[in-house]
């Protein structure tokens, strides 16, 4: 460029400067893309990997992890190479979770909304050695059942388990066992049955015995009689019943309206070593939260639920009970039930401070944890609403006001006020710890 040719400022560019410098900034673009396939600035502002290796047990609540993969929802936000890959039972889960895709295991799981705490914590890993891990959002509210063998038909057990204390009773005083099975020690499940079965009256460590039995062995081992009852999520439940081996006693909902249930959990190292990833994947399971929510789509959401590679089952045992109709399987059906799983609305997916302040509470109360933990602390390691509001805010969807949903009312009229967990423990009659 001449002296001549200079520009100063609020002159006008010549055309052969702009030639040149179009010429010049096609060829960078032009390297760029050569380069980085994805686009130099896409590349910058991208998740560092293409994918993650995610867990999950063959269960409806696993649906946004289905339709997340199934509808390309992960690569819409850049990870077209994320993994959704089953797994045994959720010991099996934990066991992954500690290796890490790099010992061949897996990045984050589908998973019972206690455990992440409890592997945080290293009450269930081996030689007690921790795993540190987050919660990234809620998958889902409700949506799990408690069954009953055939053996109590007569009775059409519901919230009153009164009736089946005199019944375990008898049975064990012919001799004979009384099994309640549940998927994980500490989980949602063995928290749900245990809730139901102390509130009349039956105590799930002395009166009983509690086993645990991966979800889809559920319903071939109540069938050769190795347990009386069962907490699991659909389509397990349902599929008893199709089975004529046993009925529903209870849909959770009906347990704690609205309940927090599974999540979605990842490791805290490969969070922190991969942000973007992380976020990205957080908004495409978010994304699919919301399309499994809508009505119009619960008809696919069970198709897609019952595929081989995912739960593996006749469509029939799932779809009802997605679209919320509950036959019980004792003459009792309710349509459009209020109990209906939720994957989205209600602040399904936000991750409450409040409810994991619970589920840690009812673990101190079985003595899964010291009467003196502070759960306080745990959740501030563990939980990263913080993540889902700016996941929510990229996505522009509403997030709650508060890290609490407020004091919870449970069907037998218990309260939990998350600001004094203490006076709620008190308040149980039937419990492992003094309060």
């Not at 609540?61 to 997340?68: E, I, K, N, T």
């Not at 500490?186 to 002395?206: E, F, N, Q, S, V």
């Not at 991750?351 to 589920?359: E, G």
Request: net charge positive; hydrophobic share 40%; charged share 25%.
């Amino acid at each position: 460029m001449t002296k001549h040719e200079t520009t100063k400022p609020g002159r006008k560019i010549s055309r052969r400067q702009l030639i040149k410098a179009s010429a010049g900034t096609a060829a960078l673009l032009a390297a760029a893309k050569l380069n980085f396939p994805a686009g130099a600035f896409a590349q910058g502002a991208g998740p560092e990997v293409k994918g993650a290796k995610l867990g999950f047990i063959a269960l409806t609540d696993a649906a946004p992890l289905f339709v997340a993969k199934e509808k390309g929802i992960f690569a819409k936000y850049g990870l077209p190479e994320t993994e959704v890959l089953k797994q045994a039972s959720w010991g099996t889960t934990r066991d992954n979770l500690v290796l890490g895709s790099e010992g061949n295991g897996i990045d984050g799981a589908h998973i019972l909304t206690p455990m992440p705490y409890l592997i945080s914590a290293g009450k269930v890993t081996q030689n007690n050695v921790p795993t540190p891990m987050y919660i990234m959002a809620r998958l889902n509210l409700n949506g799990q059942c408690i069954s009953v063998g055939n053996e109590y038909k007569d009775l059409k057990v519901g919230l009153d388990t009164a009736p089946l204390k005199v019944a375990f009773d008898k049975k064990k005083a012919g001799g004979k066992s009384v099994k309640a099975a549940m998927t994980f020690p500490g989980g949602t499940h063995d928290l749900w049955i245990r809730y139901w079965l102390a509130a009349g009256g039956i105590d799930p460590d002395k009166d009983i015995e509690t086993i645990v039995v991966p979800p889809p062995q559920m319903v071939a081992n109540m069938k050769v009689g190795t347990m009386d009852c069962f907490c699991v999520c659909e389509p397990w439940n349902l599929q008893l019943i199709h089975q004529n081996i046993g009925y529903t006693a209870i849909t959770t909902g009906e347990l704690w309206n609205k309940h927090p249930e599974k999540s979605l959990g990842l490791r805290a190292a490969w969070v922190d070593k991969n942000p973007k990833a992380a976020k990205a994947l957080l908004m495409a399971v978010m994304e699919a939260q919301q399309w499994c929510e809508k009505p119009e789509n619960r008809d696919e959401v069970a198709t897609i639920n019952a595929k081989r590679q995912w739960i593996n089952c006749p469509v029939e045992d799932v779809t009802d009970r997605v679209k919320g109709k509950f036959d019980y399987g004792t003459g009792r059906v309710v349509e459009n039930s209020p109990h209906i799983m939720r994957f989205w609305e209600d602040f399904a997916s936000y991750p409450y401070q409040s409810h994991d302040l619970w589920f840690i509470t009812e673990d101190i109360r079985w003595g899964k944890y010291e009467a003196g933990t502070d759960a306080k602390a745990l959740i501030a390691k563990v939980n990263r609403e913080d993540m889902w509001k700016e996941a929510a805010k990229e996505l522009g969807v509403a997030a709650p006001t508060s890290t609490s949903r407020g004091k919870e009312t449970f069907f037998d009229g218990k309260v939990f006020d998350p600001a004094d967990p203490a006076a709620y423990l008190k308040s149980l009659a039937i419990k492992r710890v003094e309060a």
